[in-house]
T-cell receptor
Framework: QKEVEQDPGPLSVPEGAIVSLNCTYSNSAFQYFMWYRQYSRKGPELLMYTYSSGNKEDGRFTAQVDKSSKYISLFIRDSQPSDSATYLCAMSADAGGTSYGKLTFGQGTILTVHP | DAGVTQSPTHLIKTRGQQVTLRCSPKSGHDTVSWYQQALGQGPQFIFQYYEEEERQRGNFPDRFSGHQFPNYSSELNVNALLLGDSALYLC???????????FGQGTRLTVV
């Protein structure tokens, strides 16, 4: 079993839709949770960075972390064609943990927003 | 402010050869990590350098080695290349051994 599971999709939505992307994980030591966006043939771009449980909002993006369920989500409101990309979740442990400073990624979800 | 820069962007090598990839971290960052991303997969952690020392290593063979220089830039070396080493190699930098990491555009390595 992989430490981080992410549905690879692909996910196709109309412009303006609310998109929900999710990851589950098994390592209870994970404390830092990130979402990256990766366009084709480019490096990942950091979208959201959160510590422990809770919600964080940044413009059209909202990240949620539920540590009790080992489940994280990224919501994209008013999706645009320019949001079409692969979305990667990533996690790391706290200082002192064996995974501190090392990011463990999900497989990535391919999202297409069509006009 | 320059972000993380990697060179070269593309590279074709023959099986058995050796390759060196280079990375300059984002200004103000002192920690560099390397990842391998196969097509359709998430990046896999190779190793991390801080204060010119390898601090953590992922599940990669000794054919993969690295170095960090006093100016915080880094190199990834791969010896005895295999066809399976074909991938996008990503460099990420951060301040201290931190998880808020920023990635470069990657080096696409093709082994033939």
């Amino acid at each position: 079993q992989k430490e981080v599971e992410q549905d690879p999709g692909p996910l196709s939505v109309p412009e303006g839709a609310i998109v929900s992307l999710n990851c589950t994980y098994s390592n209870s030591a994970f404390q830092y949770f990130m979402w990256y966006r990766q366009y084709s043939r480019k490096g990942p771009e950091l979208l959201m960075y959160t510590y422990s449980s809770g919600n964080k909002e940044d413009g059209r993006f909202t990240a949620q972390v539920d540590k009790s369920s080992k489940y994280i989500s990224l919501f994209i409101r008013d999706s645009q064609p320019s949001d079409s990309a692969t979305y990667l979740c990533a996690m790391s442990a706290d200082a002192g943990g064996t995974s501190y400073g090392k990011l463990t990624f999900g497989q990535g979800t391919i999202l297409t927003v069509h006009p | 402010d320059a972000g993380v820069t990697q060179s070269p962007t593309h590279l074709i090598k023959t099986r058995g050869q050796q390759v060196t990839l280079r990375c300059s971290p984002k200004s103000g960052h002192d920690t560099v990590s390397w990842y391998q991303q196969a097509l359709g997969q998430g990046p896999q952690f190779i190793f991390q350098y801080y204060e010119e020392e390898e601090r953590q290593r992922g599940n990669f063979p000794d054919r993969f080695s690295g170095h960090q220089f006093p100016n915080y830039s880094s190199e990834l070396n791969v010896n005895a290349l295999l066809l399976g080493d074909s991938a996008l190699y990503l460099c990420a930098s951060s301040f201290l051994v931190n998880t808020e990491a920023f990635f470069g555009q990657g080096t696409r390595l093709t082994v033939v």
